[in-house]
């Protein structure tokens, strides 16, 4: 606050020490007032943000490499379920005065690894200070084949419902983190919790083939009650034929409402998906192909949006609650 | 919290209340993962992103109407400094769960006024809760033709050094609303410091004349210091030609710490720009056309990249300090 015309305040400093390194072309060098982009010709442009707030969607002591990748894959997971192709990322970063010294560089060190992992750059934000918790912000630019995003809307009675991945580790190992769990000695849970695989490979891999599709963020019994209302039908959901990791099936074994809680506790970021009756054998071999594993777990039905939970016996199970809501 | 599995929890409610009447073309009415849009043929993209938290951005007692369309208004300040059109953005909110029934109404409100205003639309964004203030965040999309974008680095010396508007206003706004400052009968100060006037005719229409364009937040010596690095040379402020309005013009007659302030406190969102030598009758013409005041305040120097502060006398006028930094 003290720094003599000319020279470069604090803010700056930092956007050049830190977030420069980020920068793909079309940035700037983070130096000018906005981004400037060729799009790419002949596509459809994708865009999705999502935020994030210490204390709520990551634990403040989670370690600063993670918290921003867990804010890109989230993004790249929205992109994912569209069918689409990254192409780079804004970020805005309000941040307390006393972060830890070396919080910052750690930060983005994660940022760059997941940059080069996924293969797109920052394209501009902004930092600024906040009196409360770290809250983040990222707003992520994909491309699409024009007619070919998948959709949330389009499922009819008789397509069968598809998972990518396994189910439940996300908030299994949030518990973990939090003491409230035992177990996770691999780290396993802990890990998807922090860092979600966002499913790129199949969302490309599946369009034209799905009807509808959306990444599970809120609890897969939620979600799919978004995909039931968007095809106006209903949906069984076979909760014997969710994956759960080795990892949660130990943890459910030993208390079955963990095993409530891998389906409706979120944080998983896995494409959930409708495919038309006789498209199993297509849907496996182009899964295999994006090397993503995906399970068949349950049907659409006619009749109202709702969804429906059976056990391995076929008996409609209670579950507590439907998923995660802020409010 | 008590969603039965079909039902629309709280925080889909809320976006479907609330934000979707704002939800554009493209913005598939915030019910799928992300956006989906046409690039506009024959068009570079142009994006930025700014964040405003409570206390730090806005006073907490502003009125709801008007903190998202400072944001939007900031944000398309941003494009304007590019010569760019908007197209569109995406916001995320964090809020607390303590917040006033009606203020997430009006707040929408407010958006929805602007959004009529600048002609753009929503295409997505995030609601999240937050223990602690309100923390916003917007990423605009524009489009400009190909090459056309106004740029920091440019200016040369011996251009003529421009502004946009008045200066000052915002920065003795937000004094006045803190009861630092007397005055301000017709509110005219307080209102510049809510809804600044984001100058996109002017800067659509400085396109193949200004040498250098941004557009001044963090403070008018600030900002002329970045025109001045992406340069590599030096500028020379007459702080008497600066264009103060009536409101300003009258509290700084009364106080010198005042005028320096308005040379230093940021907050305007105006335009400053460098024009080369002999354009100063095309750049009234084109200011004119836009229907934006113009005055010249400076010259660009050959030297090192500092800028030089000069009263009516042409004597160097100490000023406390550059300008505003979050760190």
Known sequence: ????????????????????????????DLADDAALLDPPSGRQLVLAADAMVAGVHFLPDDPPETIGRKLLRVNLSDLAAM?????????????????????????????AADQAEFGLCVLGGDTVSTPGPISLSLTILGSVAPGAALRRAGARPGDSLWVSGTIGDGALGLRVLQGKLPGDPGGHLARRYRLPEPRLALGAALGGLARAAMDVSDGLVQDLGHLCRGAGCGAVLQAAEVPLSPAARALAAGDPALAGLCLTGGDDYELLF?????????????????????????????GPAEVRVLDAQGAEMALPRGGWSHF
Not at 1 to 20: S, T
Not at 83 to 96: E, K, N, S
Not at 106 to 111: E, P, S
């Open 83 to 111: 069918g689409a192709a990254p192409l780079g990322y804004l970020m805005t970063t309000a941040l307390p005065k006393d972060l830890p010294p070396d919080w910052l560089g750690r930060f983005v060190d994660g940022l």
């Open 1 to 28: 606050m003290a720094d003599a015309p000319g020279a470069l305040p604090g803010e700056f400093a930092l956007i050049a020490r830190h977030f420069r390194r980020l920068a793909g072309p079309g940035a700037l």
């Open 274 to 302: 409708a495919a038309p009756p006789g498209a199993e054998e297509a849907v496996r071999a182009r899964a295999a192909t994006a090397g993503v594993p995906v399970a068949r777990i349950g049907t659409f039905i006619e």
